[in-house]
């Protein structure tokens, strides 16, 4: 059944010879003076283009980024030498460039004004917060450019899939944020950025191993298979990004339900003003900010507070924004 799947989705007929792997993800062998200068190169210009999109929070910028970045390649090298039980390299080659668009982050963070909110930004806010489908999203994404690898007809989609799994970004927010002081926004940040590094490795390791890319069978009896210290080392880096991702995501869901249990209360709250009505809640550095539209004036905010008490936990703040750009401080939750 196994190699009945194998077959179909790796066809014999399409498979890549693993010279010719070796070749586009070994940074170490052949001509490693271009490989490695055209890394470096590209890597530097993807991270600058990178940064330039998260600051001005354009979309088609970071896109950009994301498809020049070269990033993946020693990632996959990563996968790829795990197969064939030996050092190639890459760990360390993906350490430094870490290290190298983290810092082009950070430089580049300086022009940022001191009271910027960096939540503001979508760029940022969007990737600080990751959760379990992020996981998800990137796991599928890994075992699609491990294909598209190993396959020579499914080449093209290789830019979609460095779109897909955004590896540039996520670091070079880390910086912006570690540049601005936010250290829990930059932590967000690399947990999505090793999320996605986990995903790509394994599926790598998965696709590779499949296809027996690794030592010849008369060389060693386990050919293709990694180590278990590589196996340990994966079990190792699949807890350290499942933790904080279940973890975000509980978050998540409980601050979804408490932001509605507040809705529901607010609406109580407004029931009997004519032409009073909530027009939305949201959650903003654990702060509960409802905004409300009323023709006249506000009803006493203390009966607000006394609907939300034992909805949410204790000590919330409250926060009503008015039309006409009144904002209300309501207090806190069961105080």
């Known amino acids: 059944m196994l190699s009945r799947v194998r077959a179909r989705v790796l066809p014999a007929a399409q498979r890549r010879s693993l010279d010719e792997l070796a070749q586009d993800l070994d940074l170490s062998s052949g001509d490693r003076g271009a490989k490695r200068s ?183 009896g386990a050919a293709g298979r990694p180590t278990r210290r590589a196996y340990a080392a994966m079990g190792v880096l699949f807890a350290v990004v499942f933790v904080p991702l279940a973890a975000n995501t509980a978050a998540t869901v409980l601050i979804n339900i408490w932001t509605e249990r507040v809705r529901n209360a607010a609406d109580q709250w407004l029931a009997d003003e004519p032409g009073a009505s909530v027009t939305g809640v949201e959650t903003v550095s654990r702060t509960f900010h409802v905004r409300v539209r009323v023709p006249g004036d506000l009803p006493p905010v203390d009966g607000l507070l006394r609907r939300i008490d034992g909805q949410v936990p204790d000590g919330v703040p409250v926060v009503v924004d008015a039309t006409r750009g009144r904002r209300i401080e309501v207090g806190r939750v069961g105080q």
């Open 38 to 220: 055209a890394f470096w190169t590209m890597l530097v210009l993807s991270s600058v283009i990178a940064a330039g999109g998260v600051l001005t929070d354009s979309t088609a910028t970071v896109i950009g980024a994301m498809i020049i970045a070269p990033l993946s390649t020693p990632i996959m090298g990563i996968a790829l030498g795990s197969v064939q039980r030996r050092r190639n390299g890459a760990v360390l080659v993906v350490f430094l460039a870490c290290l190298l668009v983290i810092a082009v982050g950070m430089v580049l963070s300086l022009v940022l004004p001191g009271d910027y909110d960096l939540l503001s930004n979508s760029q940022i806010s969007g990737r600080t917060s990751p959760g379990l489908m992020d996981l998800i999203a990137a796991l599928a994404t890994g075992f699609a450019g491990a294909v598209a690898l190993a396959r020579r007809d499914v080449a093209a989609v290789l830019p979609g899939v460095a779109i897909a799994i955004s590896l540039v970004p996520p670091l070079v927010v880390v910086g912006v944020c570690l540049g601005s002081g936010a250290g829990w926004l930059a932590l967000g940040a690399l947990v999505l950025f090793v999320s996605n590094l986990f995903a790509l490795v394994f599926g790598g390791m998965v696709v590779f191993a499949t296809l027996a890319y690794g030592t010849r069978a008369e060389e060693a």
